[in-house]
C-alpha cells in the first residue's frame, strides 16, 4: 500500500452521521491527515468520524465561507483536499492526485480543478461542475453566507481529469427544502449589498435555467431524476427572486 500524500483531507459536517464515514473513506489512505470541523452535530457525526480515522474540532456555525476558511487554516500539511460530508472521491481519483504529486506537476498551480457529478435519488446526473478542490494552504473564500466563492486573486488554476461524486440529498422533500433555505440566504445577502428584483425578473430567470440545462445541455437524457432535479432547480431560481423582491419591498 502506498504511504499517505502530505496532504489534509478537510470536511465541515453538522449532523452527517450516515454519510461522513463514506466521505473520509474515500480520503483514507490517500490524505496524511483528515479533519472535520463540525458545528455542533446532535447525532453521532463526532464519533463516526472520530472513529473513521479524523481529527474533530468544534466551531460554533459561521456562515459556509468563513466556516470553511475556518477549517481550513486548521490543517496540518501545506495541500488541501475539500470534500463536503456529502461528497466522496470517484475510482480512480486517488490515484490521479498520486501522480500529480509524484511527478511535482502539483505545484504548478495553487489549485487543483476537480469535477463533481451529481447524483440525484441514486441517479448520476449528466455533465459536471469543475470546482477548486485540491488547493494549497491557507485556501480562503471570500464573504458569504451561501454559494461561496474561493478567492481567486493572484492564484493560478489548472484542471485535473479527476472526479468526485455528489450525493445532492436524502429525499426529494430535503432536497427542495436545502433549496428554500439557501434561496432566503441569498436573498438576505443580495438586500444588504443593496440589490433589488422586480416581477418578472424570478420567472425569466428560472425559465433561462431550464432552457440552458434542461435543454441545450441536454439533461432531459436523465429521465424522469433528471427532471425533478432541474424543476427543484428552476424552483428555486423562481423562489430567491421572489425573496429577494418581498425584503426590497420592506427596505
Known amino acids: 500500500m502506498s504511504a499517505p500524500l502530505p496532504l489534509s483531507g478537510v470536511v465541515i459536517t453538522r449532523n452527517e452521521a450516515d ?3 463514506r466521505c473520509l473513506d474515500s480520503m483514507r489512505g490517500l490524505c496524511a491527515e483528515l479533519l472535520v470541523v463540525d458545528s455542533g452535530s446532535t447525532d453521532d457525526t463526532v464519533a463516526v468520524a472520530t472513529a ?3 481529527r474533530v474540532v468544534h466551531q460554533d456555525w459561521l456562515g459556509y465561507a468563513a466556516q470553511k476558511t475556518f477549517a481550513n487554516t486548521l490543517a496540518a500539511h501545506d495541500w488541501l ?5 456529502d461528497e466522496w472521491l470517484s475510482p480512480g481519483t486517488a490515484d490521479a492526485i498520486r501522480a500529480l504529486f509524484s511527478d511535482g506537476r502539483v505545484e504548478q498551480a495553487d489549485a487543483w480543478l476537480l469535477t463533481r457529478r451529481n447524483r440525484f435519488l441514486g441517479h448520476r446526473l449528466r455533465g459536471g461542475e469543475p470546482m477548486e478542490r485540491l488547493v494549497r494552504a491557507g485556501w480562503r473564500y471570500l464573504p458569504s453566507q451561501v454559494h461561496e ?16 461524486e455528489h450525493d445532492t440529498s436524502r429525499s ?13 440566504l441569498w436573498a438576505q445577502q443580495r438586500a444588504e449589498a443593496g440589490k433589488r428584483a422586480g416581477a418578472l425578473d424570478g420567472p425569466l430567470h ?15 437524457v436523465d429521465g424522469a431524476a433528471g427532471w425533478r432535479f432541474h424543476c427543484a432547480q428552476a424552483g428555486y431560481v423562481l423562489e430567491k427572486y ?3 423582491r418581498a425584503l426590497s419591498r420592506n427596505l
Do not use: C, N
Open 52 to 54: 473513521h480515522g479524523a
Open 206 to 220: 428560472a425559465a433561462a435555467y431550464l432552457l440552458k440545462q434542461y435543454l441545450l445541455r441536454g439533461a432531459f
Open 242 to 244: 421572489r425573496r429577494l
Open 172 to 184: 426529494h422533500a430535503e432536497h427542495v427544502a436545502k433549496l428554500s433555505r439557501y434561496a432566503q
Open 81 to 85: 483536499l475539500l470534500l463536503d460530508a
Open 149 to 164: 466563492r474561493p478567492d481567486l486573486a493572484g492564484k493560478t488554476v489548472r484542471a485535473l481529469d479527476a472526479d468526485f
Open 19 to 21: 454519510r461522513i464515514g
